[in-house]
Protein backbone atom coordinates (compact mmCIF):
# COMPACT_ATOMS: atom_id res chain seq x y z
CA UNK A 1 0.00 0.00 0.00
CA UNK A 2 1.58 3.81 -0.71
CA UNK A 3 0.61 6.36 1.04
CA UNK A 4 1.72 9.90 0.34
CA UNK A 5 1.66 12.76 1.69
CA UNK A 6 3.51 16.08 0.86
CA UNK A 7 4.53 19.08 2.62
CA UNK A 8 6.94 22.01 2.15
CA UNK A 9 4.00 24.22 0.31
CA UNK A 10 3.80 27.86 1.49
CA UNK A 11 4.01 31.64 0.70
CA UNK A 12 7.25 33.11 -1.11
CA UNK A 13 7.76 36.16 -3.04
CA UNK A 14 8.46 36.03 -7.22
CA UNK A 15 12.29 34.86 -7.06
CA UNK A 16 12.39 32.95 -4.00
CA UNK A 17 12.69 28.91 -3.30
CA UNK A 18 10.82 25.91 -1.81
CA UNK A 19 11.03 22.33 -1.78
CA UNK A 20 8.66 19.91 -1.64
CA UNK A 21 8.51 16.29 0.13
CA UNK A 22 6.20 13.84 -0.56
CA UNK A 23 6.88 10.65 1.92
CA UNK A 24 5.86 7.15 1.16
CA UNK A 25 4.47 5.16 4.47
CA UNK A 26 4.59 2.00 2.60
CA UNK A 27 7.18 -0.18 1.84
CA UNK A 28 7.70 -0.26 -1.85
CA UNK A 29 8.22 3.10 -2.40
CA UNK A 30 11.59 2.15 -4.86
CA UNK A 31 8.61 0.04 -6.76
CA UNK A 32 7.10 2.92 -8.37
CA UNK A 33 8.17 6.02 -10.68
CA UNK A 34 7.20 9.36 -8.80
CA UNK A 35 5.57 12.56 -10.72
CA UNK A 36 4.36 15.67 -9.56
CA UNK A 37 1.61 17.66 -10.45
CA UNK A 38 0.06 20.99 -9.90
CA UNK A 39 -3.36 22.49 -10.43
CA UNK A 40 -4.51 26.14 -10.72
CA UNK A 41 -7.48 27.42 -9.61
CA UNK A 42 -10.04 26.87 -12.45
CA UNK A 43 -7.44 24.73 -14.06
CA UNK A 44 -6.82 21.29 -15.68
CA UNK A 45 -4.26 19.57 -13.17
CA UNK A 46 -0.89 19.43 -15.13
CA UNK A 47 2.26 17.49 -15.01
CA UNK A 48 5.37 19.10 -13.83
CA UNK A 49 8.24 16.34 -13.41
CA UNK A 50 8.25 12.93 -13.43
CA UNK A 51 11.38 10.31 -11.62
CA UNK A 52 12.57 7.44 -12.49
CA UNK A 53 12.08 4.09 -10.08
CA UNK A 54 16.09 4.38 -9.48
CA UNK A 55 16.44 8.14 -9.54
CA UNK A 56 18.33 7.96 -12.60
CA UNK A 57 16.43 9.53 -15.34
CA UNK A 58 13.72 12.99 -14.85
CA UNK A 59 11.80 14.66 -17.29
CA UNK A 60 10.22 18.24 -16.74
CA UNK A 61 7.60 19.99 -18.43
CA UNK A 62 9.09 22.69 -20.28
CA UNK A 63 7.16 26.06 -17.98
CA UNK A 64 9.77 24.68 -15.05
CA UNK A 65 12.64 23.14 -17.08
CA UNK A 66 15.74 24.63 -15.45
CA UNK A 67 13.91 26.23 -12.42
CA UNK A 68 12.69 23.14 -10.82
CA UNK A 69 14.27 19.93 -9.96
CA UNK A 70 12.70 16.44 -9.03
CA UNK A 71 14.96 14.10 -7.17
CA UNK A 72 14.02 11.12 -4.78
CA UNK A 73 15.78 9.11 -2.05
CA UNK A 74 14.87 5.59 -1.41
CA UNK A 75 16.01 4.87 1.72
CA UNK A 76 13.43 7.02 3.07
CA UNK A 77 10.89 6.89 0.70
CA UNK A 78 10.78 10.35 -0.13
CA UNK A 79 10.83 12.60 -3.61
CA UNK A 80 11.59 16.11 -3.84
CA UNK A 81 10.71 18.83 -5.71
CA UNK A 82 13.11 21.89 -5.61
CA UNK A 83 11.59 24.89 -6.82
CA UNK A 84 13.83 27.81 -8.14
CA UNK A 85 13.28 31.14 -9.59
CA UNK A 86 9.59 30.77 -9.03
CA UNK A 87 7.24 32.55 -10.82
CA UNK A 88 3.62 33.66 -9.76
CA UNK A 89 2.66 31.73 -12.43
CA UNK A 90 3.65 28.81 -10.21
CA UNK A 91 0.91 29.27 -8.22
CA UNK A 92 -1.21 26.06 -7.56
CA UNK A 93 -1.50 23.51 -5.36
CA UNK A 94 1.32 20.62 -5.98
CA UNK A 95 0.42 16.94 -5.46
CA UNK A 96 2.59 14.02 -5.74
CA UNK A 97 1.89 10.74 -7.41
CA UNK A 98 3.58 7.16 -7.87
CA UNK A 99 3.18 5.04 -11.15
CA UNK A 100 3.57 0.98 -11.48
CA UNK A 101 3.43 1.53 -14.93
CA UNK A 102 6.92 0.21 -16.44
CA UNK A 103 6.43 2.99 -18.89
CA UNK A 104 4.76 6.18 -17.51
CA UNK A 105 4.02 9.53 -19.07
CA UNK A 106 2.46 12.50 -18.27
CA UNK A 107 -0.81 12.05 -17.80
CA UNK A 108 -2.43 12.05 -14.11
CA UNK A 109 -4.61 8.61 -15.65
CA UNK A 110 -0.94 6.63 -15.72
CA UNK A 111 -0.81 7.54 -12.03
CA UNK A 112 -1.83 5.29 -8.96
CA UNK A 113 -1.49 6.58 -5.91
CA UNK A 114 -1.46 10.79 -5.25
CA UNK A 115 -0.93 12.87 -1.76
CA UNK A 116 -3.14 15.63 -0.75
CA UNK A 117 -1.46 18.08 -1.88
CA UNK A 118 -0.08 21.06 -0.73
CA UNK A 119 -0.71 24.82 -1.68
CA UNK A 120 2.05 27.05 -3.12
CA UNK A 121 1.70 30.73 -3.71
CA UNK A 122 4.35 32.99 -5.50
CA UNK A 123 3.19 36.70 -4.99
CA UNK A 124 4.61 39.28 -7.51
Known amino acids: QVQLVESGGGLVQAGGSLRLSCADSGRTFSNYAMGWFRQAPGKEREFVARISRSGTATYYADSVKGRFTISRDNAKNTVYLQMNSLKPEDTAVYYC?????????????????WGQGTQVTVSS
Open 97 to 113: AASSRLVVGFTPRQYDY
